[in-house]
């Protein structure tokens, strides 16, 4: 009998790896069955149930606000868990979500995979302890993430980063510009506000202020590059951009184009950084959140580093300006920096050269579907040509 699975998202990072993942599923059996949350990609690979793409939020308060929405998504799910008969859930990421549906499931004897991990090494790591009691199996992306698991005897394996597939741009910075129509003695900055309405709210007009402060010091023009998130309406950057709306290029559907034709980046903290990372662009990451929300956050989490380039290289290799640090004046300041000392410029790239590498190589998807197909006891080497079990 097909088997049928449960797969829970809430970001739009989880909602593009689950939709890689729903594929390599599909490719292993054809006749699976895949219901529960996911946005429009996840939906598109054919995933039924809850659109998740209202539930795309960062920060305590911002939480706060959407929380009626969440509720009833939480409450559609567990309806879902009561009335139909799933071989397991996999959950990813939306951890605060999805630690409380993994409960759910194991109170109703379904077991849980976990496909990338909560942020347990940056705050909340006693929540490690609760994974413990409540998921089966952990598939993490990131090799630090091993030792985390493993000594709390979690079942935990090394799958790679989903990214490393695909951030790639076969392009050459020249072929990427004539693409985009930009010249090639061009100075061009890409600005990556973030894939959340309230995150382009909060960052793009500070990063656009920059390049206007980078034209007037360096006496040119700076080419001005938004490759737009899926999700961020035409509606929304014309409200924000107003007078500045000439000064910026908005590119649909062209982000590791946008990021290799470009000599420098402005990057939301979040999956951007690692996607700009694996282009290799130099960047500077920059985030804020509401006042509240940063002083608690100033109190729960526990790293050194906010970028996830950082986090991955174990030390600063990118400068990060965070909460009242990010102003267009220290935007530009960080910018100039890059544009004009090559040795930093090269400094950088170099750094970013070795993410790739620590991410695992190719195949994450493939990986994390193989090992959740081997947890409901498929083998994969029975595989016949097309799908199907021998």
């Keep these: 009998?097909?088997?049928k699975i449960l797969i829970a998202s809430g970001e739009a990072s989880g909602d593009l790896h689950g939709s890689f993942l729903i594929k390599a599923l599909k490719r292993l059996?054809?006749?699976l069955t895949v219901k529960g949350m996911g946005g429009e990609k996840m939906r598109a690979a054919g995933l039924e149930g809850v659109d998740s793409t209202p539930l795309s939020v960062v920060g305590i308060v911002e939480v706060l606000e959407k929380f009626p929405k969440i509720r009833r998504a939480f409450a559609r799910l567990k309806t879902l868990l009561d009335r139909e008969r799933f071989d397991c859930v996999v959950l990813i990421d939306y951890p605060d979500f999805n630690l409380r549906l993994a409960k759910e499931a194991k109170k109703r004897g379904i077991p849980v995979i976990y496909y990338i991990s909560p942020q347990v090494w940056a705050w909340r790591k006693k929540r490690v302890k609760e994974i413990a009691r409540t998921v089966d199996k952990m598939l993490v992306v990131f090799p630090f993430e091993l030792p985390i698991y493993s000594d709390e005897g979690v079942d935990v394996e090394y799958v790679g980063h989903p990214l490393a597939d695909l951030a790639v741009c076969d392009m050459t910075k020249a072929q990427a510009r004539q693409f985009l129509g930009i010249g090639p003695e061009a100075t061009c900055v890409a600005l990556l506000p973030g894939s959340r309405n309230s995150e382009v709210r909060r960052h793009l007009e500070p990063m656009v202020r920059a390049?206007?402060?980078i034209e007037q010091r360096l006496g040119l023009k700076i080419v001005t590059l938004l490759p737009a998130a899926d999700g961020i309406e035409d509606g929304l950057l014309s409200e924000l951009l107003k007078d500045l709306r000439e000064k910026v290029k908005i590119v649909r559907g062209r982000l590791y184009e946008?990021?290799?034709a470009s000599d420098a980046a402005v990057v939301a903290s979040g999956t951007a950084t690692l996607q700009t990372a694996l282009i290799g662009t130099p960047m500077v990451i920059v985030y804020r959140v509401s006042a509240i929300t940063y002083l608690i956050g100033r109190l729960l989490i526990d790293v050194e580093h906010i970028g996830m380039p950082n986090i991955v290289a174990g030390r600063r290799v990118v400068p990060e300006l965070i909460q009242y640090e990010l102003t267009p004046?220290?935007?530009?300041g960080e910018?100039?920096?890059i544009l004009t000392d090559r040795k930093r410029r090269d400094s950088m790239r170099e750094a970013l050269g070795g993410i790739r590498q620590a991410l695992g190589g190719h195949g994450a998807a493939?990986?994390?579907a193989a090992a959740i197909y081997t947890t409901l006891g498929g083998r994969v080497?029975?595989?016949k040509e097309g799908g199907a079990l021998a």
């Design 1 to 3: 009998m097909a088997k």
């Design 29 to 31: 059996e054809p006749a």
């Design 211 to 213: 390049a206007q402060i």
């Design 258 to 260: 946008s990021l290799r």
């Design 329 to 332: 004046e220290n935007i530009a």
């Design 335 to 337: 910018l100039l920096g």
């Design 366 to 368: 493939e990986k994390a």
């Design 381 to 383: 080497s029975d595989i």
